[in-house]
């Protein structure tokens, strides 16, 4: 198979001309950190660290980490490297203020973004003669956004068309005959699921390749949406605070994306003792940002469990592979392609006056993820009328809507009916078994 790229000096580069590369933008990079973010240059300090110690892409390790912690910590300006004048775009994943996360972006790392996003689409068979279907949310959510951006900076005709109204998304895609669908692989199985629902099969629908992402999804899943859509099905990783989806992309050859590390350098850590661990071994996946202005994070602990592979690929690119994520190291829930904590139902609860006694039951049903959150009714809210239990409901689950994006099926359940466990509680019972 003929292979196209988008930028073929830098997805081709030798080993050593990409460290190289990488050295260089590192060294201006925690130069530019250290004198604009001064919550960064503090942990530098308190290591023991100074720019001037950073001479290249082998001195990494000396850097300390920033967590999901940090970001909370220095929320919203603290770790931003550009005066706010010179940003042009935020954007947001869902959660209370405790676990936010706002990124900030120049023209220039948006530019950056949209470069990473079009070598996905580019690796997926993508070019200026494709009409690509952008069915990720559009808004703070980064999925929208990024793949327009690449889908425009490819060429492709791009139909901005937001995720939802399944109908219209079917519509535009036979109409105008849509080549590549950008969407979360839940929502791709699910559009599959309502095309095959209304007669037409795999040759009838004009898609050839999907690209899917922002969340885990299995290769069970990828063989279901190859079949009953005809194409061939991408994956595609990113997270906000590195950018968003881009950060890594699969080509032809399907076994994991490759990491555009002239931009995101990955290593992978021990998570309890925070050592680099060797090229194929399993541990948490950390990213540098190597040249994005506004929100560099350096040495960025995803949670991520993965592993990286310099196995040479088919497809003839260099970049480093990371296979699918395979876990978190935290109870990171991702329902329906969004970020869901138990700690933010929790905090719900408590502000609407219930204990925290609760059971979160996420399953998958058709290719959607359905959403259920039990709680135990308290004593003084206890009542047999059931016209009153479904309004309690109905508000509980309103108050949830507004604290996640998504909206769960609440239940009221007895009290003290949810089994107490004697360690940790048992919070989440995720049935989909996706890794
Ligand atoms: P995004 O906007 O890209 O979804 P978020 O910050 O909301 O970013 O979520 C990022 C997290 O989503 C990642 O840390 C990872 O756990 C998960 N994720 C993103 N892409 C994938 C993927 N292709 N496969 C598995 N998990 C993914
Ligand atoms: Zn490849």
Same mark, same amino acid.
């Not at 005066?83 to 706002?102: A, E, M, N």
């Given at each position: 198979?003929?292979?196209?790229?988008?930028?073929?000096?830098?997805?081709?580069?030798?080993?050593?001309?990409?460290?190289?590369?990488?050295?260089?933008?590192?060294?201006?990079?925690?130069?530019?950190?250290?004198?604009?973010?001064?919550?960064?240059?503090?942990?530098?300090?308190?290591?023991?660290?100074?720019?001037?110690?950073?001479?290249?892409?082998?001195?990494?390790?000396?850097?300390?980490?920033?967590?999901?912690?940090?970001?909370?910590?220095?929320?919203?300006?603290?770790?931003?490297?550009?005066?706010?004048?010179?940003?042009?775009?935020?954007?947001?994943?869902?959660?209370?203020?405790?676990?936010?996360?706002?990124?900030?972006?120049?023209?220039?790392?948006?530019?950056?973004?949209?470069?990473?996003?079009?070598?996905?689409?580019?690796?997926?068979?993508?070019?200026?003669?494709?009409?690509?279907?952008?069915?990720?949310?559009?808004?703070?959510?980064?999925?929208?956004?990024?793949?327009?951006?690449?889908?425009?900076?490819?060429?492709?005709?791009?139909?901005?068309?937001?995720?939802?109204?399944?109908?219209?998304?079917?519509?535009?895609?036979?109409?105008?005959?849509?080549?590549?669908?950008?969407?979360?692989?839940?929502?791709?199985?699910?559009?599959?699921?309502?095309?095959?629902?209304?007669?037409?099969?795999?040759?009838?629908?004009?898609?050839?390749?999907?690209?899917?992402?922002?969340?885990?999804?299995?290769?069970?899943?990828?063989?279901?949406?190859?079949?009953?859509?005809?194409?061939?099905?991408?994956?595609?990783?990113?997270?906000?605070?590195?950018?968003?989806?881009?950060?890594?992309?699969?080509?032809?050859?399907?076994? &994991?994306?490759?990491? !555009?590390?002239?931009?995101?350098?990955?290593?992978?850590?021990?998570? /309890? =003792?925070? @050592? +680099?661990?060797? $090229?194929?071994?399993?541990?948490?996946?950390?990213?540098?940002?190597?040249?994005?202005?506004?929100?560099?994070?350096?040495?960025?602990?995803?949670?991520?469990?993965?592993?990286?592979?310099?196995?040479?690929?088919?497809?003839?690119?260099?970049?480093?592979?990371?296979?699918?994520?395979?876990?978190?190291?935290?109870?990171?829930?991702?329902?329906?392609?969004?970020?869901?904590?138990?700690?933010?139902?929790?905090?719900?609860?408590?502000?609407? &006056?219930?204990?925290? !006694?609760?059971?979160?039951?996420?399953?998958?049903?058709?290719?959607? /993820? =359905?959403? @259920? +959150?039990?709680? $135990?009714?308290?004593?003084?809210?206890?009542?047999?009328?059931?016209?009153?239990?479904?309004?309690?409901?109905?508000?509980?689950?309103?108050?949830?809507?507004?604290?996640?994006?998504?909206?769960?099926?609440?239940?009221?359940?007895?009290?003290?009916?949810?089994?107490?466990?004697?360690?940790?509680?048992?919070?989440?019972?995720?049935?989909?078994?996706?890794?």
């Amino acid at each position: 198979m003929p292979q196209n790229y988008f930028q073929k000096e830098i997805e081709t580069m030798s080993a050593e001309e990409m460290k190289k590369l990488q050295s260089e933008k590192l060294v201006k990079q925690v130069k530019h950190v250290y004198e604009n973010v001064p919550y960064y240059k503090n942990l530098m300090d308190e290591k023991g660290v100074k720019p001037e110690d950073i001479k290249g892409i082998d001195d990494l390790h000396k850097l300390p980490f920033l967590t999901k912690a940090d970001l909370r910590d220095a929320y919203p300006y603290g770790l931003l490297a550009k005066p706010l004048k010179d940003c042009v775009r935020i954007h947001s994943t869902s959660g209370t203020t405790g676990r936010r996360v706002v990124a900030f972006y120049t023209q220039k790392d948006i530019d950056l973004w949209d470069d990473c996003c079009a070598r996905a689409i580019v690796a997926a068979g993508g070019s200026n003669e494709d009409v690509c279907q952008v069915a990720y949310g559009y808004g703070l959510f980064t999925g929208g956004f990024g793949l327009n951006g690449g889908s425009q900076k490819v060429g492709c005709l791009t139909l901005p068309m937001s995720s939802g109204n399944t109908e219209r998304q079917i519509q535009f895609m036979t109409d105008l005959s849509a080549t590549i669908l950008c969407c979360t692989p839940s929502y791709a199985a699910y559009i599959g699921e309502t095309l095959k629902e209304q007669g037409y099969k795999p040759e009838d629908i004009p898609l050839k390749a999907g690209i899917f992402g922002a969340e885990p999804w299995t290769e069970e899943m990828r063989q279901g949406i190859q079949n009953t859509l005809g194409i061939k099905a991408y994956d595609i990783y990113g997270l906000t605070e590195t950018t968003g989806p881009g950060v890594a992309f699969e080509c032809s050859e399907q076994t &994991g994306m490759h990491v !555009n590390e002239d931009h995101f350098y990955a290593e992978i850590i021990d998570p /309890d =003792t925070g @050592e +680099v661990l060797p $090229e194929g071994s399993k541990g948490e996946l950390v990213f540098t940002s190597l040249d994005k202005e506004a929100f560099p994070l350096l040495r960025y602990r995803t949670r991520d469990i993965c592993v990286l592979s310099r196995e040479k690929c088919s497809c003839g690119r260099t970049l480093v592979k990371m296979a699918k994520p395979m876990g978190r190291t935290d109870d990171m829930l991702i329902i329906r392609g969004v970020n869901v904590f138990p700690s933010q139902i929790e905090a719900v609860l408590l502000k609407e &006056g219930y204990e925290p !006694n609760y059971q979160i039951i996420v399953d998958r049903v058709n290719n959607n /993820d =359905t959403f @259920e +959150v039990n709680v $135990e009714m308290t004593a003084d809210k206890f009542t047999d009328k059931v016209s009153d239990i479904l309004a309690m409901e109905k508000s509980l689950a309103n108050a949830m809507k507004i604290m996640l994006g998504i909206n769960p099926a609440v239940h009221l359940v007895a009290p003290k009916s949810i089994a107490r466990s004697e360690g940790k509680a048992v919070r989440v019972i995720d049935k989909r078994k996706l890794i």
